[in-house]
């Protein structure tokens, strides 16, 4: 069965920096979209940012362009998200996921992405 794990999450003051890391082990498909969402207490879960491991095309929701940055590592089966210029809200449990590369879905529709870590807690102090 396929599995994500994510690492990275911590507490930070604002304007700071975190680096997380989702690995995958056993992956489901030959190539894969690849995602983080996050979700705050009392709100949806919501994209934060996808790669397309084949064309390596990036998306980012518009709260963190700029700011964020999604990048893969296909030798470590895993892939990242690199986030500054933290704020309060960001903070949120983040969630890393994939989906087969085939999914013609929008790379935000969390319901199309079948496999999922446990998530790692942001917290962000002002």
């Known amino acids: 069965q396929p599995q994500l794990v994510e690492s990275g999450g911590g507490s930070v003051q604002a304007g700071g920096s975190l680096r997380l890391a989702c690995v995958i082990s056993r992956a489901p498909y030959s190539s894969m979209h690849m995602a983080w969402f996050r979700q705050a207490p009392g709100k949806e879960r919501e994209g934060v940012a996808a790669?397309?491991?084949?064309?390596?095309?990036?998306y980012y929701t518009e709260s963190v362009k700029g700011r964020f940055t999604i990048s893969q590592d296909n030798a470590k089966n895993s892939f990242y998200l690199q986030m500054s210029s933290l704020n309060a809200d960001d903070s949120a449990m983040y969630y890393c996921a994939v989906r087969s590369f085939r999914s013609l879905m929008s790379w935000w529709d969390d319901q199309s992405y079948d496999y999922w870590g446990q998530g790692t807690q942001v917290t962000v102090s002002s």
């Open positions: 790669i397309y491991a084949r064309s390596e095309r990036t």
